[in-house]
DNA sequence: GCCGTTTTCGGCCCGACTGTTTTCAGTCG
C-alpha cells in the first residue's frame, strides 16, 4: 500500500505538534508544519516522486533534510525521529492543542505536573479542581477549559463556501447598520474564495464612537462571546461558526484587509519582503522609520513591496509572489468569460425541470449554448437513459434547435464508466451525439491502480469526451476515489480529451491545485455545474472561484469560447 | 529546518486579547 501525501503531512504536523510541546526551536516547528501543507496540497504522490527519483527538495519549504525524511517514510513507512519523539512525550498530547486555549506551553505543563496525557485526564482534573492550583493557571482559565471540552469535537468539519455565504450576509447586512461604520468586507479565507473555510473574518472601517464591536457581540445567532477587546473581538455562532471581527480606521482599509485576507503564509513572505526593504508592514499601513506611507487601499500596500495587485485567490504562497515579481500573473477568468454550460440534468433522468425549462434559464444567463447530460441507463436510481431514450431525447433536442435562436442545445450524455473501463452505451448511439461526459458513480474502492486503468480504459474509447468529477469527492461527506491524476491528464492530452471542474460546490473536483497542474501540462477544463434544476446554473460562480484558485485563464477553459471554437475543441485528435 | 540580488550563516511577521500578574506569558489569527 503505497503512502499517501496526507499520510506524510499528519507525520508531520504531529512532529511539529510534539516539537512544539518539547519548546523546540519555534522556526524548526515552523518548518514542519510549511512542509506538511506543501506535502497535503500537492497534486504529484510523494511516493511516486521518490520512485522516480525526483529531486523533493526542489520544492518550496522542504530543503535537503525534509526531502529525506520524505524518503524514508515513503520506503520505510516510519520515520525514527518520530519514533524517538513519541518515546519520551505521549502522541496523544496533540489532541489537547487542538482546545480552544491550550497551546505547548500549557500542555506540557499539564502533563509533567498533573501527567494528564489525554482528553480524558484533562475532563477529570478541570472537574476536580486541581487545574486551577498549577502555577500559570487560575480558576478562570479551568473554567474555560471546562467549557471548551464540552464544545470539543475531533476534526471540526469546516464550512462550506455556499453555508458560509448564507451565515456571513444577514451578518455583514446587521453590521452596516452600526454608527459612524464605513466598509464592511469578509476577509480571510472567505474571501480568498477556498472551497470550505473555518471561521469568518470580518473587517469593518469605522471611526472612534462607532458601536459596532457592541452590536457584533450582541448579534442575535452569538451562542458564546470568546473575545471584546476595543479593535478586535471574537464571536461563536449558534450554528458553531466562529467569527472574528476587526475595526481599523480607514487610513488603514488596505493594508487590514490584505493582512485579514491572508493566507497567513503569503503575509509571512510579503512581511519578509518588507523588511528587506527596510519596511515594515503590519495591519495598520506599511511603514518607513515609523512614518505611514501606505495603507488605505491594497494596492499601494503592494505597490510599496514593489508587486502589482495580487488577487486575493493567488495569496496562498503558491508562487503567486515569484510571478508578481516577474510580472507574469495570471489574468485570472471571470464569470463573465463564461459562455455556456456543459454538464446539465433535465427530468428526463434525476434533474427537476425540463428540456425547455433548462434551456430558458440558460438563455435567461446570456449563454450561447447549454449542453444535456442526463444519465445513462446504468444509473437507474436516477432513471439513466436507455439507448432508445437517448435517441428520442437527441429528435427532441434537434427539433428545439430548430426554434432556437442565439442559443445551441448541445446533445450529449453522463455515461457511466462501467467497471472494467466500457463505457454505459453502445458506440452506435454515441456517435450520434455531440460529445460526452463520463464519470464514475459506483465502485469507489477500487484499488488506485485499478482505478487509473478504468478510466484510461474509457479514455481509449473514441467517444469519450469529458472526464465529469474527476475524483467524485462529496466535502465532508465522500472521500475522493484513489486515481493517479497525472497520469490521467497525460492520458487525456495525448486523446484530446478534458477534464472537468465541477462547480456544484459540494464536489469542487478538481481541486484548486490539479487545476495549476493541468494549465501547467497544458490540458484545457470544462467548468460545468452538473446543474439538476435552474437554481443550480449559478453554481457556475464557484467553479470560478476555483478555477482562479488554480490560476486559469480564461483560454484554460473551454467554455468560455465560441461555438464553433467550442466544437473544434471537443472533437478528438 | 528553510533560505539566499546580504548565497552556507544568521536571520526567520506582527499585533490583539486574556488571565494571572504587577510587567508579561500564552494563545490566537
Redesign the pocket.
Same mark, same amino acid.
Given at each position: 500500500m503505497p503512502v499517501h501525501n496526507s499520510e506524510i503531512a499528519d507525520i508531520f504536523e504531529e512532529l511539529a505538534d510534539l516539537l512544539e510541546i518539547e519548546e523546540a526551536?519555534p522556526? #524548526?516547528v515552523r @518548518?514542519?508544519r510549511n @512542509?506538511a501543507r506543501t506535502i497535503r496540497g500537492y497534486p504529484k504522490n510523494m511516493a511516486d516522486l521518490v520512485e522516480q527519483n525526483t529531486d523533493l527538495?526542489k520544492l &518550496?519549504?522542504?530543503? =535537503?533534510? +525534509?526531502?529525506g525524511k520524505i524518503k524514508v517514510i515513503v520506503t520505510k513507512g516510519k520515520l525514527p525521529l518520530f519514533e524517538k519523539l513519541t518515546s519520551r512525550t505521549p502522541k496523544v498530547l496533540n489532541n489537547m492543542l487542538k482546545i $480552544?486555549? +491550550?497551546? &505547548? *506551553? #500549557?500542555?506540557k505543563r499539564l502533563y509533567q505536573h498533573l501527567n494528564i496525557k489525554n482528553i480524558d485526564d484533562l475532563k477529570r482534573a478541570a472537574h476536580s479542581g486541581k487545574i $486551577?492550583t498549577l502555577?500559570?493557571?487560575?480558576? =478562570?482559565?479551568e473554567q474555560?477549559i471546562k467549557e471548551n471540552l464540552e464544545h470539543f469535537v475531533d476534526e471540526a468539519p469546516r464550512t462550506k463556501l455556499i453555508v458560509a455565504e448564507d451565515i456571513a450576509a444577514p451578518l455583514v447586512e446587521y453590521l452596516k447598520k452600526s454608527n459612524d461604520v464605513k466598509d464592511v468586507i469578509v476577509a480571510?479565507s472567505y474571501r480568498r474564495r477556498q472551497e470550505t473555510i473555518g471561521?469568518l !473574518?470580518i473587517l469593518v472601517t469605522a471611526g472612534k464612537r462607532s458601536n459596532v464591536l457592541d452590536r457584533f457581540v450582541n448579534y442575535d445567532e452569538v451562542d458564546k462571546v470568546i473575545? *471584546?477587546?476595543?479593535? #478586535?473581538s471574537a464571536i461563536q455562532l449558534r450554528c458553531g461558526l466562529?467569527v !472574528?471581527l476587526r475595526v481599523v480606521p480607514q487610513v488603514s482599509y488596505g493594508a487590514a484587509l490584505q493582512y485579514f485576507t491572508g493566507s *497567513?503564509a503569503h503575509? /509571512?513572505a510579503i512581511? #519578509?519582503m518588507? /523588511?528587506?526593504k527596510k519596511l *515594515?508592514?503590519?495591519?495598520y499601513g506599511v511603514f518607513k522609520n515609523n512614518q505611514r506611507i501606505a495603507g488605505k487601499t491594497e494596492e499601494e500596500v503592494y505597490r510599496q513591496v514593489g508587486l502589482p495587485y495580487i488577487e486575493p485567490e493567488l495569496r496562498e504562497n503558491r508562487g503567486e509572489l515569484d510571478a508578481a515579481k516577474k510580472k507574469k500573473l495570471p489574468t485570472l477568468i471571470t464569470s463573465e468569460d463564461i459562455r455556456g454550460d456543459l454538464h446539465c440534468h433535465t427530468n428526463a433522468s434525476d434533474g427537476h425541470h425540463t428540456l425547455t425549462q433548462m434551456v430558458q434559464a440558460a438563455i435567461e444567463r446570456g449563454y450561447e449554448y447549454i449542453s444535456i447530460n442526463d444519465h445513462s441507463q446504468h444509473l437507474t436510481v436516477a432513471n439513466g437513459l436507455n439507448e432508445k431514450r437517448v435517441l428520442e431525447q437527441i429528435k427532441t433536442i434537434d427539433q428545439l434547435n430548430e426554434k432556437l435562436n442565439g442559443i445551441v442545445v448541445l446533445k450529449s450524455i453522463e455515461l457511466d464508466i462501467l467497471e472494467d473501463g466500457r463505457l454505459d452505451l453502445p458506440n452506435s448511439v454515441l456517435k450520434e451525439l455531440d460529445f460526452t461526459v463520463c464519470a464514475i458513480h459506483y465502485q469507489f474502492n477500487l484499488s488506485r491502480q485499478k482505478q487509473t486503468e478504468r478510466i484510461l480504459r474509457a479514455m481509449d474509447n473514441p467517444y469519450f469526451t469529458i472526464l465529469a468529477h474527476p475524483s467524485g469527492r462529496l466535502i465532508n461527506r465522500r472521500r475522493p476515489y484513489e486515481i493517479d491524476l497525472e497520469k490521467i491528464m497525460e492520458a487525456a492530452l495525448q486523446r484530446g480529451c478534458l477534464l472537468e471542474l465541477n462547480a456544484h460546490p459540494d464536489r469542487l473536483d478538481l481541486s484548486d491545485e490539479a487545476c495549476k497542474m493541468a494549465k501547467d501540462m497544458g490540458l484545457k477544463l470544462a467548468i460545468s455545474t452538473d446543474a439538476h434544476s435552474i437554481h443550480d446554473l449559478d453554481n457556475m460562480r464557484f467553479g470560478i472561484n476555483q478555477a482562479r484558485r488554480g490560476w486559469l485563464e480564461a483560454s484554460d477553459v473551454i467554455n468560455t469560447r465560441s461555438l464553433k471554437e467550442l466544437q473544434k475543441l471537443l472533437r478528438r485528435k
Open positions: 526551536n522556526f #524548526r @518548518a514542519y @512542509a527538495s &518550496p519549504t522542504i530543503g =535537503k533534510d +525534509l526531502a $480552544q486555549g +491550550l497551546g &505547548p *506551553k #500549557r500542555v $486551577q502555577e500559570g493557571f487560575g480558576e =478562570k482559565t474555560m480571510g471561521d !473574518d473575545s *471584546k477587546g476595543t479593535t #478586535r466562529s !472574528d *497567513k503575509n /509571512i512581511r #519578509r518588507a /523588511i528587506e *515594515k508592514v503590519n495591519e
